[in-house]
């Protein structure tokens, strides 16, 4: 017979056992499925910066400016804006807010600082003159790329010296020159078009007589439109003359044909005219770091003002 206090009491002990026999599976269960979820997060790739490329393809295929602002924010850019890829960039749609946003998130540019046993040494850098270095025989370059690239020193009178330097965004290496005579060495003259730069400042180069070359990039027929082309500006004897690589877009004008518009940080705004019309013109001065790019580019103003007079 079956009693009140029987009736009461609660599950059978083998009853409890089961319970949290089950109850302890549920937990483990949710425990390994949460460290697997908490692995494959941390396992997984973070996205890879945007290359331009990419910054183009999502402009080209409609995607908004401020969407791929946002994009860029949350993932980064590998590049830099220069001038040439601002030009592509404003063609394929970007607008003014998006450029800055891509300048803030542009890694910045390695700084290589060459040092010579003597000054007015030539410096290439991959096969390319890029200036002399000053008189204490120091030279500061902020224009190149990350990676590896070849460094050459040369002065009449001495041996070559050569090194490959790898060079990484924001960061600076520092390399000796050491310049060993070489008397057998016959004198060589700077070849024609090459250009050298004094006081180790590489936007500029001064040639014989009155006549300023500076060093940059041109970008005609409107200020956000149009070719960027690498190249030499030359101011003197009454005459501006600008030499590219591609001689088709070479081009030369009096002094008195050209109005100058302004001056910005290390960039220049001028009007030439040309066959009865005005050809806008904007020259930037790139060989440099930021503060001596700025202080030739205000060379470069002041000596188109005073031709033009």
């Not at 083998?14 to 109850?23: D, I």
């Not at 302890?24 to 790739?45: D, E, K, R």
């Not at 910066?49 to 791929?68: I, M, S």
């Not at 940080?265 to 930021?290: A, P």
Request: hydrophobic letters at 35%; one cysteine or more.
């Amino acid at each position: 017979m079956t009693t009140s206090s029987d009736s009461t009491r609660g599950p059978s002990a083998p009853n409890q056992r089961r319970t949290m026999t089950t109850l302890g599976i549920a937990a483990v269960t949710w425990l390994l499925c949460a460290s697997m979820v908490l692995v494959s997060a941390q396992t997984q790739p973070s996205p890879k910066p945007f290359t331009k490329d990419d910054v183009v393809k999502l402009l080209t295929g409609n995607v908004p400016a401020k969407r791929v602002e946002t994009l860029a924010r949350e993932r980064g850019i590998d590049f830099q804006i220069t001038p040439e890829t601002e030009s592509e960039l404003r063609q394929a749609g970007a607008t003014d807010p998006l450029l800055a946003a891509l300048r803030d998130l542009a890694p910045k540019p390695p700084t290589l600082v060459v040092t010579t046993t003597s000054g007015g040494a030539q410096v290439f850098v991959d096969d390319e003159l890029i200036a002399r270095t000053s008189a204490e025989g120091r030279l500061k370059i902020s224009t190149l790329t990350a990676g590896r690239h070849k460094l050459r020193v040369s002065l009449d009178g001495y041996r070559d010296y050569e090194k490959n330097v790898d060079l990484a965004a924001g960061k600076t290496v520092e390399t000796s020159a050491v310049l060993e005579p070489n008397t057998q060495r016959p004198s060589r003259s700077t070849p024609s078009g090459e250009l050298a730069a004094t006081g180790g400042d590489a936007s500029r180069a001064s040639p014989p007589g009155n006549t300023l070359t500076f060093v940059g990039s041109l970008r005609g027929h409107s200020l956000y439109t149009g070719p960027t082309l690498p190249g030499t500006m030359t101011v003197g004897s009454g005459k501006l003359q600008f030499s590219c690589k591609d001689n088709k877009h070479s081009f030369a004008a009096d002094l008195k044909d050209v109005v100058v518009l302004s001056h910005y940080k290390s960039s220049v705004e001028f009007e030439v005219r040309m066959s009865n019309k005005k050809v806008h013109h904007t020259f930037w001065i790139q060989m440099g770091d930021q503060d001596s790019n700025e202080r030739t580019a205000k060379e470069l103003y002041d000596a188109l003002r005073a031709g033009a007079k």
